[in-house]
């Protein structure tokens, strides 16, 4: 068994992803939830966070330390096609979650405001784009038809746009029902149910 420690901060984030791979798999591991950033950041590899310590080797980047999760425990894809879907589906969920910070992290009200009416058609369009992808690909999953890791980003992208939008999947049949099928999977309704709020 691999020694797993995955540090970020005490919210959801960019290491939620790892967090819903290893729950997943019921990998043990340790959730360090730091609060000391600024005395951990000069020894961070890129001075960010999260950070991986897998087998005492440190893996950074977030979407690395998924995807490198998602491979171990054979969530990637079966080969290398199938992997690519999946990558592309996570990064194209990325742009997503990158536009979603822009806005989240403002402080001028205003430009706040303004920043939203762009978001909401660009998630409107993105969202679009993923529901014709899902279907191109049999409409369950978006990789090899079975579960990889870019169906546990599409959960945990839908979760993290409702801080801005009102039911983002709504009007996405198959995404909603991919979403609904993520949540139901035993383990990561258990993470759900016990992650710290």
């Known amino acids: 068994m691999a020694d797993i420690k995955l540090t970020y901060f005490n919210v959801t984030g960019r290491a939620e992803i790892s967090r819903l791979i290893l729950a997943y798999a019921n990998t043990k591991y340790i959730d360090d939830r730091t609060s000391k950033f600024q005395s951990l950041k000069p020894t961070l590899p890129y001075g960010q966070l999260p950070v991986l310590s897998y087998n005492g080797v440190t893996i950074a980047q977030s979407m690395t330390i ?9 969530l990637a894809g079966r080969n290398n096609l199938e992997k690519a879907e999946a990558d592309e589906i996570v990064d194209a969920l990325v ?3 990158n536009s979603g910070y822009g806005v989240m992290f403002c402080k001028d009200p205003e430009k706040k405001d303004e920043l939203l009416e762009e978001f909401k058609v660009k998630a409107k369009t993105g969202l ?3 529901e014709s992808r899902l279907k191109s690909r049999g409409g369950q999953y978006f990789a090899g038809n079975q579960l ?18 009102p039911a983002p999947a709504e009007n996405f049949p198959l995404l909603k029902n991919l979403e609904t099928r993520v949540g139901d999977l035993p383990n990561i309704r258990r ?3 016990k992650r710290p709020k």
């Open 191 to 193: 993470w759900i149910e």
């Open 95 to 97: 742009d997503l979650q």
């Open 148 to 165: 990889t890791w870019a169906d546990l980003q599409l959960f945990n992208i839908l979760e993290f746009l409702k801080a801005l939008l």
């Open 128 to 130: 679009t784009q993923l």
């Open 66 to 74: 998924a995807r490198f999760l998602a491979n171990e425990i054979g």
